[in-house]
């Protein structure tokens, strides 16, 4: 079955400094796709970053990057340069086609709480 | 863009009454999604529509929950009757049918159920 582990339930980053949230992954599945979500407490989620399966290359978007390592099943998200605003909570989530089905799912980690301090 | 609209945007209701939440999704966004947030944890999917059909509800409880997406665009979802455990977030979120794109997520429906 396909589940995604977030083992950090908060973390705490002084302003400007950069940041490692960790994801894990389970998969059985050679196709698929790793996402970062960030949820302010606004409660709007916001997608971030997204890493395909077969991608050579680590993901980036401007102070986000992803750091993917397909033999670990680990998709962790590095935040440089830390902003008071990215205080919030982070989801990794994993989309991926269902066996004999033409339609995907996705399936979401439990998040981690990010609180960046001044 | 127009994004993902829901409504409403907050909702109050006692145990044991009926409660429905409204999404519209993003023009040309064939999947639609209804998660259900309870506070501190990740969203967890209630039901999946690709167009009209629905390809995946297997954690929606039936007994007292139920979907529809009219014409494969807007969807609305239904508790009845609620439960206190009801009260959390509902999201709905669309996305391309197509390829291993992101998500759009609405603003959610916070429900309160005394």
Request: contains cysteine.
């Amino acid at each position: 079955a396909q589940k995604i582990t977030q083992t950090q339930p908060g973390m705490f980053v002084q302003e400007k400094e950069a940041v490692t949230l960790d994801c894990t992954y389970d998969t059985s599945d050679p196709s698929y796709g790793l996402f970062w979500y960030k949820q302010p407490s606004s409660g709007e989620m916001i997608f971030l970053i997204y890493q395909g399966s077969y991608d050579q290359q680590n993901a980036t978007e401007g102070r986000y990057s992803l750091n993917f390592q397909k033999a670990r099943k680990s998709a962790n998200l590095v935040i440089s340069a830390s902003q008071l605003g990215d205080s919030a909570m982070y989801f990794c989530a994993m989309r991926g086609l269902v066996m004999k089905t033409s339609y995907d799912k996705v399936i979401f980690g439990p998040g981690t709480s990010l609180s960046v301090i001044p | 863009e127009a994004g993902v609209a829901q409504s409403p945007r907050y909702k109050i209701i006692e145990k044991r009454q009926s409660v429905a939440f409204w999404c519209n999704p993003i023009s040309g966004h064939a999947t639609l999604y209804w998660y259900q947030q309870i506070l501190g944890q990740g969203p967890k999917l209630l039901i999946q529509f690709q167009n009209n059909g629905v390809v995946d509800d297997s954690q929606l409880p039936k007994d007292r929950f139920s979907a529809e997406r009219l014409k494969g665009v807007d969807s609305t979802l239904k508790i009845q009757p609620a439960k206190l455990e009801d009260s959390a977030v509902y999201l709905c979120a669309s996305s391309l049918v197509q390829g291993f794109h992101e998500q759009y997520f609405g603003p959610g429906t916070r429900l309160t159920v005394t």
